[in-house]
C-alpha cells in the first residue's frame, strides 16, 4: 500500500544526498545553454534560407 508519510520522508532524505550547484555553476550553465540555443537557432536559420532558396530556383524553372 501506498503511504503518503513514508513516501514524504523518502523523498527528504534523498532530497539531502543532493549535490545542488553553486550560483556561479548555474550562472554559467544558464550562459551556456542560451549560446547553444542561439548558435543551433543561426544554424537552423541559414538551412532554411538556403533550402527555401533552391526550392523557389527549382520550382521557377
Not at 527528504?12 to 556561479?24: D, G, H, N
Not at 534560407?49 to 533552391?54: A, Q, R, Y
Request: aromatic residues 6%; glycine residues 2%; proline residues 3%.
Amino acid at each position: 500500500m501506498w503511504n503518503p508519510v513514508t513516501y514524504t520522508k523518502e523523498v527528504a532524505s534523498e532530497l539531502k544526498k543532493v549535490t545542488w550547484p553553486s550560483k556561479k555553476q548555474t550562472i554559467d550553465m544558464t550562459i551556456l545553454v542560451i549560446v547553444v540555443c542561439l548558435l543551433v537557432a543561426l544554424y537552423l536559420t541559414g538551412v532554411d534560407l538556403v533550402l527555401n532558396n533552391l526550392i523557389t530556383k527549382l520550382i521557377s524553372r
